[in-house]
């Protein structure tokens, strides 16, 4: 017997953890909600065979109405007395329409996500559920994910932790679903409800700048200010002709946020073209950036209405990214954070010691009161460790970090704090002596005192027998072990002859490059390729070091999917690990960054390549000839 199914009971909506429900409105506040969604809504169907990213299926729209419906009522309260109901929906409608790509960006971008990563990683090592937390990550990491990851050293977290997390995020509607969600379940619920009172707190921020731009500004002399749109003409056209910062305010402060967070004065200004939403869109700052990330994973998983708001959502998400460390844009150069010198080791400084000092965790040494101590002496009471003997911070670093606006005290504070984090990240890599040559002469030497004192002893108790039989054993197992490694050791002996083939091949690779070059020299400037294309996408993880800043920045927009890294900024070691293949421009390269890039690769045993021309054309078709070979094996 058949039954009647049952109706699916719509999950109820909440904002910022809060439960929420869809209101009434007047008819007139329907009609100009109703007109401002569909228009955009227009805009989208008319886009989205141009820009398919930024066109949102039909499904995505009808998430964003029921969202927006279901806080409108929250966000009359909330701005009771400081705006009409009318300029509410119609501002609410226009930023939960408007086609842009912000489902792509929420779900794919590792910017704000990494910072998301950090914030569990600080929270569960406040709680101590550091152990807890790591069992839910995967066992192994992606590769792909590794590599979109912004380039960051933590002092408390290591990468590969991160990375997890990264991995967990990035799969979140997949593979790692069950993973996520176990996550979010070690939050507890005060802290959760904080999280989310953030997020709300940027939002509601910045819906009030945009609602105010909505009211107030407008242009002068009655201008045509109206969303209506021809039905067969693209209805973006209105705000992308004429003057659109004119005659559209409100449209351009939500389109052009993520652009100009962070910009200077004059830009925003020039943009925005109203002194008064330049003015609104300097003022919107994120005071925790991390934790606005956190929430939006948070409230995404909850269903709340707060991650549903398409431009106001993307906005506060994209603004806490810019905040973050690896916001500003742009690929990070390392600074050299040291320069010749030594620490003064004059006693001029008189000891006084602390009454609280273990309460406040101050230094307390077995000091006496007025004991005249050098401030290498003083750094050593407070840390255990001991300053370089030749090695002083950079005085041009912390120059720079003061032409940025820094004061001198922080500028100083900012130059120590470089210094110390090279000597850690020195400490990391660094690899101890191999000293395996004196452990063998040491067993050769140990084995034939043992076997003289067998010798001696034959006549002894059977109990000492067998004690000195069991000492020959293992001295045997020690010389096994001996003989394995010194099999390893001709090994690598044979992997260095190897290594000595591959330099010869790489020095012929640069005898003709160089050749090439010099025949190159007074001949006319070479016909590109017209069977080459560009922009070009290439298939593998492509690095490239070295080269001119013009030549960089000719070439970057041809090999869009290239990582092009800064002549003086010092290679990363895990960037180039992650790498298919790394290219390098040497005729503007340091020997130091050259060393560095070239005893990566042959560790990681990934193939380089050399770019044998000046021009930035014809570099990019050397590379994308290279590609396609790669492709033909």
Same mark, same amino acid.
């Given at each position: 017997?058949?039954?009647?199914?049952?109706?699916?009971?719509?999950?109820?909506?909440?904002?910022?953890?809060?439960?929420?429900?869809?209101?009434?409105?007047?008819?007139?506040?329907?009609?100009?909600?109703?007109?401002?969604?569909?228009?955009?809504?227009?805009?989208?169907?008319?886009?989205?065979?141009?820009?398919?990213?930024?066109?949102?299926?039909?499904?995505?729209?009808?998430?964003?109405?029921?969202?927006?419906?279901?806080?409108?009522?929250?966000?009359?309260?909330?701005?009771?007395?400081?705006?009409?109901?009318?300029?509410?929906?119609?501002?609410?409608?226009?930023?939960?329409?408007?086609?842009?790509?912000?489902?792509?960006?929420?779900?794919?971008?590792?910017?704000?996500?990494?910072?998301?990563?950090?914030?569990?990683?600080?929270?569960?090592?406040?709680?101590?559920?550091?152990?807890?937390?790591?069992?839910?990550?995967?066992?192994?990491?992606?590769?792909?994910?590794?590599?979109?990851?912004?380039?960051?050293?933590?002092?408390?977290?290591?990468?590969?932790?991160?990375?997890?997390?990264?991995?967990?995020?990035?799969?979140?509607?997949?593979?790692?679903?069950?993973?996520?969600?176990?996550?979010?379940?070690?939050?507890?619920?005060?802290?959760?409800?904080?999280?989310?009172?953030?997020?709300?707190?940027?939002?509601?921020?910045?819906?009030?700048?945009?609602?105010?731009?909505?009211?107030?500004?407008?242009?002068?002399?009655?201008?045509?200010?109206?969303?209506?749109?021809?039905?067969?003409?693209?209805?973006?056209?209105?705000?992308?002709?004429?003057?659109?910062?004119?005659?559209?305010?409100?449209?351009?402060?939500?389109?052009?946020?993520?652009?100009?967070?962070?910009?200077?004065?004059?830009?925003?200004?020039?943009?925005?073209?109203?002194?008064?939403?330049?003015?609104?869109?300097?003022?919107?700052?994120?005071?925790?950036?991390?934790? $606005?990330? +956190?929430?939006? /994973? *948070?409230? =995404?998983?909850?269903?709340?209405? #707060? %991650?549903?708001?398409?431009? &106001?959502?993307?906005?506060?998400?994209?603004?806490?990214?810019?905040?973050?460390?690896?916001?500003?844009?742009?690929?990070?150069?390392?600074?050299?954070?040291?320069?010749?010198?030594?620490?003064?080791?004059?006693?001029?400084?008189?000891?006084?010691?602390?009454?609280?000092?273990?309460?406040?965790?101050?230094?307390?040494?077995? $000091?006496? +009161?007025?004991? /005249? *101590?050098? =401030?290498?002496?003083?750094?050593? #009471? %407070?840390?255990?460790?001991? &300053?370089?003997?030749?090695?002083?911070?950079?005085?041009?670093?912390?120059?720079?970090?003061?032409?940025?606006?820094?004061?001198?005290?922080?500028?100083?504070?900012?130059?120590?704090?470089?210094?110390?984090?090279?000597?850690?990240?020195?400490?990391?890599?660094?690899?101890?002596?191999?000293?395996?040559?004196?452990?063998?002469?040491?067993?050769?030497?140990?084995?034939?005192?043992?076997?003289?004192?067998?010798?001696?002893?034959?006549?002894?108790?059977?109990?000492?027998?067998?004690?000195?039989?069991?000492?020959?054993?293992?001295?045997?197992?020690?010389?096994?072990?001996?003989?394995?490694?010194?099999?390893?050791?001709?090994?690598?002996?044979?992997?260095?002859?190897?290594?000595?083939?591959?330099?010869?091949?790489?020095?012929?690779?640069?005898?003709?490059?160089?050749?090439?070059?010099?025949?190159?020299?007074?001949?006319?400037?070479?016909?590109?390729?017209?069977?080459?294309?560009?922009?070009?996408?290439?298939?593998?993880?492509?690095?490239?070091?070295?080269?001119?800043?013009?030549?960089?920045?000719?070439?970057?927009?041809?090999?869009?999917?290239?990582?092009?890294?800064?002549?003086?900024?010092?290679?990363?070691?895990?960037?180039?690990?992650?790498?298919?293949?790394?290219?390098?421009?040497?005729?503007?390269?340091?020997?130091?960054?050259?060393?560095?890039?070239?005893?990566?690769?042959?560790?990681?045993?990934?193939?380089?390549?050399?770019?044998?021309?000046?021009?930035?054309?014809?570099?990019?078709?050397?590379?994308?000839?290279?590609?396609?070979?790669?492709?033909?094996?």
């Amino acid at each position: 017997m058949g039954g009647k199914k049952k109706t699916a009971i719509a999950r109820p909506w909440h904002l910022g953890g809060i439960p929420v429900d869809t209101i009434r409105l007047e008819p007139f506040e329907e009609r100009i909600f109703e007109d401002s969604f569909s228009n955009l809504r227009m805009a989208a169907v008319l886009t989205k065979e141009d820009f398919p990213h930024f066109a949102p299926s039909n499904s995505e729209m009808n998430q964003r109405e029921r969202a927006a419906r279901a806080s409108i009522g929250y966000f009359f309260q909330y701005f009771e007395g400081r705006y009409q109901r009318a300029v509410i929906a119609d501002a609410l409608a226009k930023a939960s329409a408007l086609p842009g790509p912000v489902a792509e960006h929420c779900a794919q971008s590792a910017g704000y996500m990494l910072g998301a990563a950090l914030w569990l990683l600080d929270y569960a090592k406040r709680k101590n559920l550091g152990n807890t937390l790591l069992k839910v990550l995967p066992p192994e990491l992606d590769e792909d994910i590794d590599f979109a990851t912004p380039d960051v050293d933590d002092f408390i977290c290591c990468r590969e932790d991160m990375l997890g997390l990264m991995t967990v995020f990035m799969e979140r509607n997949g593979a790692q679903r069950q993973a996520f969600r176990e996550i979010w379940g070690l939050i507890d619920r005060e802290t959760a409800a904080e999280l989310k009172s953030v997020f709300k707190e940027a939002l509601l921020d910045y819906f009030d700048r945009y609602l105010e731009v909505c009211s107030r500004v407008r242009p002068s002399g009655g201008a045509d200010t109206g969303m209506e749109f021809p039905p067969r003409a693209d209805p973006m056209d209105r705000l992308r002709n004429g003057i659109p910062a004119m005659q559209h305010a409100d449209m351009w402060f939500l389109m052009n946020t993520p652009m100009l967070v962070g910009a200077p004065p004059e830009r925003i200004r020039k943009t925005l073209y109203y002194r008064r939403s330049a003015e609104l869109m300097e003022g919107f700052r994120i005071h925790d950036p991390y934790a $606005v990330c +956190a929430a939006y /994973l *948070l409230l =995404e998983r909850d269903r709340d209405v #707060l %991650a549903n708001l398409n431009m &106001l959502t993307v906005n506060v998400l994209l603004c806490a990214e810019r905040h973050l460390p690896w916001g500003a844009g742009g690929e990070y150069s390392y600074a050299e954070p040291v320069e010749a010198g030594a620490p003064e080791h004059l006693l001029r400084y008189a000891y006084r010691p602390h009454e609280n000092a273990e309460e406040e965790e101050l230094p307390d040494p077995d $000091v006496e +009161a007025g004991d /005249l *101590l050098t =401030e290498s002496q003083l750094f050593y #009471l %407070a840390t255990g460790y001991a &300053l370089p003997r030749d090695q002083v911070p950079s005085s041009r670093l912390r120059k720079w970090f003061m032409e940025q606006g820094l004061s001198e005290a922080r500028a100083e504070g900012l130059a120590w704090g470089a210094w110390f984090a090279f000597y850690m990240d020195e400490m990391r890599t660094h690899t101890a002596p191999d000293d395996f040559e004196d452990f063998l002469k040491s067993l050769d030497s140990e084995r034939a005192e043992m076997t003289e004192e067998i010798e001696k002893e034959t006549a002894d108790s059977t109990a000492r027998t067998a004690e000195l039989s069991r000492q020959l054993k293992e001295s045997q197992k020690l010389l096994y072990e001996a003989e394995r490694n010194a099999r390893q050791l001709r090994e690598q002996l044979q992997s260095a002859e190897v290594d000595t083939l591959r330099d010869r091949a790489e020095l012929s690779q640069l005898r003709e490059i160089l050749f090439t070059l010099r025949a190159r020299e007074g001949q006319p400037e070479e016909v590109p390729n017209p069977e080459i294309e560009f922009p070009c996408q290439t298939k593998r993880r492509i690095v490239a070091f070295g080269g001119h800043d013009t030549w960089r920045k000719a070439i970057r927009p041809m090999l869009p999917g290239v990582r092009f890294f800064d002549r003086e900024m010092l290679p990363d070691v895990n960037t180039i690990r992650g790498a298919d293949v790394v290219w390098i421009q040497a005729n503007a390269l340091s020997h130091k960054f050259y060393y560095r890039i070239i005893d990566t690769v042959r560790k990681e045993n990934i193939p380089v390549r050399y770019f044998g021309a000046a021009s930035a054309r014809k570099c990019a078709e050397q590379l994308v000839l290279d590609e396609l070979s790669a492709e033909d094996e």
